[in-house]
């Protein structure tokens, strides 16, 4: 496990190429996000998934994972094919490995996602910076 001079960090990963899985693929992502959550060995006290038909919104989803040490969710704008995670973790758990993991599970899947962008942002540093 990555020791961070932080008490926490967030890992984004934006995407492009992203594919609907299946008709409410909301549900799906959200599979793939618990499922790397329980292989980290986090601990998951939450999760819920909102499906957007276009109507309101933009088609696509939004899902979270809500964890004892923070969240790691997920949003989709499928017309366009993007995909934006936010893994957020303010305990022991790296939330690198949990990002890993889920694009891993992504690329498995979906072999022409782009991964655009991943960032490692420390939160809550040490020594009051």
Same mark, same amino acid.
Request: with cysteine.
């Given at each position: 496990m990555e020791q961070f001079d932080a008490h926490g960090a967030h890992v984004f990963l934006d995407y492009t190429g992203y594919e609907p899985q299946q008709s +409410?693929? $909301?549900?799906?992502?959200?599979?793939?996000?618990?499922?790397?959550?329980?292989?980290?060995?986090?601990r998951r006290v939450h999760a819920h998934v909102e499906q957007f038909d276009g109507s309101l919104s933009p088609p696509g989803f939004a899902a979270v994972?809500?964890?004892?040490?923070?969240?790691?969710?997920?949003?989709?704008?499928? +017309?366009? $094919?993007?995909?934006a995670i936010d893994c957020f973790t303010c305990g022991g758990s790296d939330p690198n490995a949990l990002a890993d993991l889920i694009h891993q599970y992504l690329t498995e899947r979906m072999p022409q996602i782009i991964l655009k962008r991943r960032q490692h942002q420390p939160r809550f540093l040490h020594g009051g910076e």
């Open positions: +409410e693929d $909301g549900k799906w992502m959200l599979s793939l996000m618990e499922r790397a959550v329980d292989a980290c060995r986090i994972v809500l964890l004892d040490e923070s969240h790691v969710t997920a949003h989709c704008y499928s +017309e366009k $094919g993007w995909l």
